[in-house]
C-alpha cells in the first residue's frame, strides 16, 4: 500500500503535468518481478496543467472507488484518487471488497458498514481482517 501511495504521489505532485488516474482500484494495480506495485490502465487518466488545482471533467471510475463529491459533479483534484486508494485500503486492511450484495438485492458499501459500526459504539478492530485474531497494535500508524 506503501508502494501504490508514492507512485501516486509522484503522478499528483512530481509530474510536469499532473496526473488525475481517475479509476484507481485492487485491478489496476500490477506488481513486477520483485513485487512493486505499478499504477495501470491510464484509459480514464486526466492530464492537469500544472497551474490547474482542480479540472472538470465527466463522471469516470469504478462504483465503489469513485469519492461521493464527484457524483454531485464538482470539479475533480487528486484527493478524488486518494479516495480511491483509501477504498482499497480499506479492503486491505478488512480483507472485504468495498461493495458486496446484500440478500435483498440491494449493494452495501463498505464505507457505511464501517460508519454504522462506529456511530453505534462499537470495536473499530471489528473492521479487521479477522484471520488477525485481534493480533493488532491499535497505537501503531
Known sequence: MLGIARRLSYLHEKCRDYIIHCDIKPENILLDAELCPKVADFG????????????????????????IKWISGVAITAKFDV??????????????????QSKDGMVKLFPSFAASVT???????????????????????
Request: with cysteine; charged share 30%; hydrophobic share 40%.
Open 119 to 141: 456511530v453505534e459504539g462499537c470495536d473499530v478492530l471489528s473492521l479487521l481482517d479477522p484471520t488477525l485474531d485481534g493480533n493488532v497494535d491499535v497505537k501503531e500508524r
Open 83 to 100: 479516495y480511491s486508494y483509501d477504498m482499497m485500503l480499506f479492503e486491505f486492511i478488512s480483507r472485504r471488497r468495498n461493495s458486496e
Open 44 to 67: 480514464l487518466a486526466k492530464l492537469v496543467e500544472c497551474d490547474f488545482i482542480r479540472v472538470l471533467t465527466i463522471l469516470r471510475g469504478t462504483r465503489g472507488y469513485l469519492a
